[in-house]
Nanobody
C-alpha cells in the first residue's frame, strides 16, 4: 500500500502563491509517476499536472500552464505543486495521486491507483 498526505492548502487572495506538498510512504516513491488533480464544488475532478518518476518530464493542464509547477524530490518521497498567480477559479480541493511509473505521465484519473485525502485551496477575489 501507498499512503499520500497532502498539505499546504489555505485561503489566499488572487495573485498570491501557495506550495502544496504530498508526502508518500509505504512503497518506493520512485516507482510512481505523480499527479495533481482538483475538484471544485459541483464540478468533476480535473487533471492539473503530472511528473514522471525521474522528475524530468512534466505536463500541465492548459488552465494552469505557466502559473503552476510540479516537481518531486525522490530522496524525500515528496511531490510539490507550486502555484503562482492564483485566481478565484483555482479554488478547489487538490489531490495528489500516484500511478505506476511504467505508464509514464498520465492525465487520466483512472490511471492513478493511489490518492491522498485532499487539501483545500481557496482563492478570494
Amino acid at each position: 500500500q501507498v499512503q499520500l498526505v497532502e498539505s499546504g492548502g489555505g485561503l489566499v487572495q488572487a495573485g498570491d502563491s501557495l506550495r502544496l506538498s504530498c508526502a508518500t510512504s509505504g512503497r518506493t516513491f520512485s516507482g510512481f509517476a505523480m499527479g495533481w488533480f482538483r475538484q471544485a464544488p459541483g464540478k468533476e475532478r480535473e487533471f492539473v499536472a503530472t511528473v514522471d518518476w525521474t522528475g524530468g518530464t512534466t505536463y500541465y493542464a492548459d488552465s494552469v500552464k505557466g502559473r503552476f509547477t510540479i516537481s518531486r524530490d525522490n530522496a524525500k518521497n515528496t511531490v510539490y505543486l507550486q502555484m503562482n498567480s492564483l485566481k478565484p477559479e483555482d479554488t478547489a480541493v487538490y489531490y495528489c495521486a500516484g500511478a505506476p511509473a511504467a505508464l509514464g505521465i498520465q492525465t487520466r484519473s483512472e490511471a492513478y491507483a493511489y490518492w491522498g485525502q485532499g487539501t483545500q485551496v481557496t482563492v478570494s477575489s
